[in-house]
Every structure is written in structure tokens, then in C-alpha cells.
């Protein structure tokens, strides 16, 4: 069965700083990554995914994430925050039927000027 | 392109009473899912519909709730009798494709609390 596990409910950084969200996976096969997004009163917007194509995934809002099947992870990274990327954000993996997204428990992204 | 609406946004009802959320998907999305989020979990899966098919409706949580999509437009999810434990917000979100081939396109949510 797949899941999906997310170190940190939240994380602080100042502006500017490089942005690290952690997420680690289990999954019996290949598995299907997603990040997403939800900002304040919004819903959920995708970052990027992972389908088996090249390990290092580049999303929207110059974040991007690499897949490391031999740790299992897939980590959400920024080379520097800004103050609009405050949110709430999800990873969450296909389950082996494809019709579900399993997610994590998310983690609140701070950032301080 | 119009993106994921969920109606309403909030709703606030008493115990035993019934409650009918509402999604209408992206135009030409078969794929149409629904998941709630209980304060302080992570997003859970309710059920897949696959044009006005249930595909799969493991994550429902009991006979209290009923999801319909008629026509294959769109989807109706009812509470009824509502219980506490059922507050959350309830997100929906259509796809062209399945689940790992497609993205999943989220709408804003409708928040339940359940007095």
C-alpha cells in the first residue's frame, strides 16, 4: 500500500533563505509523486509531479523536486523564499489504482522579512 | 477555463440535520473525486466517479453519505443525519485522466462544522 510521510507541520525561514520540505514515500510500485499548494482561503494548486520521467522535477514559482528512489524521498525545494510563498503544502502519492491521491499530513511554510 | 467550484463555501448546521455539497467540475473532466480534511489530519480520499460511474468509494466513511453525479456533470455529496465528527472541509477535484497520468485540479473547498 502506498503513503506518503511529511517531517515537519511546520517550517520557519527568513526571505530569501533556501526552502526544504521534506517527504518520504512507501509504495510497492513505481510510485506517482505530487506537491501541492494551498494558499490562505484557496484551494489546492499543483507544483509538480513525478511520473517516471527525469528524477529532478521542476514546478511552478521556481521550486523544484528530486526523486531518490534508493531514500525514498521526494523533497520540495526553493533556492530562496519569498514572503509570497506562505502557505500550507501537500505531498501526496497516486495509490495503485490511480483513482486516489494519498497525502500527507502538510506542512505550513513560514517566512519572516 | 473555468476551474473546480464547490457551493457552498461554508455551512454550518446542527447535528441530525442534512447537508448537500455541491462540485462542478472543469468541462470535459470525466474524473471527478471527492476528500475531506478532518482539523488536524491529513486529506483523505472519499470516492471516484468516472463519468456518472462510481469507480471506487473505499474512502467513504459510512452509509450517512451519499454522492451522486447525475449525467456525468456535476456531483452532489449529502450528509444525512450529520454527526460532530463529520466537520472538515470538503475538497473536490476533477482530472481528464486517472489519477497518475493526469493532474488532479482542486476547487476551493467547502468547509462543514457541525454543531
Known amino acids: 500500500a502506498q503513503s506518503v510521510t511529511q517531517l515537519g507541520s511546520h517550517v520557519s525561514v527568513s526571505e530569501g533563505a533556501l526552502v526544504l520540505l521534506r517527504c518520504n514515500y512507501s509504495s510497492s510500485v513505481p510510485p506517482y509523486l505530487f506537491w501541492y499548494v494551498q494558499y490562505p482561503n484557496q484551494g489546492l494548486q499543483l507544483l509538480l509531479k513525478y511520473t517516471s520521467a527525469a528524477t529532478l522535477v521542476k514546478g511552478i514559482n521556481g521550486f523544484e523536486a528530486e526523486f531518490k528512489k534508493s531514500e525514498t524521498s521526494f523533497h520540495l525545494t526553493k533556492p530562496s523564499a519569498h514572503m509570497s510563498d506562505a502557505a500550507e503544502y501537500f505531498c501526496?502519492?497516486?495509490?495503485?489504482?490511480?483513482?486516489?491521491?494519498?497525502f500527507g499530513k502538510g506542512t505550513t511554510l513560514s517566512v519572516s522579512s | 477555463e473555468a476551474g473546480v467550484t464547490q457551493f457552498p463555501s461554508h455551512s454550518v448546521i446542527e447535528k441530525g440535520q442534512t447537508v448537500t455539497l455541491r462540485c462542478d467540475p472543469i468541462s470535459g473532466h470525466d474524473n471527478l473525486y471527492w476528500y475531506r480534511r478532518v482539523m488536524g489530519k491529513e486529506i483523505k480520499f472519499l470516492l471516484h466517479?468516472?463519468?456518472?460511474?462510481?469507480?471506487?468509494e473505499s474512502g467513504m466513511p459510512n452509509n450517512r453519505f451519499l454522492a451522486e453525479r447525475t449525467g456525468g456533470t456535476y456531483s452532489t455529496l449529502k450528509v444525512q443525519p450529520a454527526e460532530l465528527e463529520d466537520s472538515g472541509v470538503y475538497f473536490c477535484?476533477?482530472?481528464?485522466?486517472?489519477?497518475?497520468?493526469?493532474?488532479?485540479?482542486f476547487g476551493p473547498g467547502t468547509r462543514l462544522t457541525v454543531l
Open positions: 477535484a476533477s482530472s481528464r485522466d486517472r489519477a497518475h497520468t493526469d493532474t488532479q485540479y
Open positions: 466517479f468516472v463519468k456518472e460511474s462510481k469507480q471506487d
Open positions: 501526496a502519492v497516486a495509490n495503485q489504482a490511480g483513482t486516489a491521491l494519498i
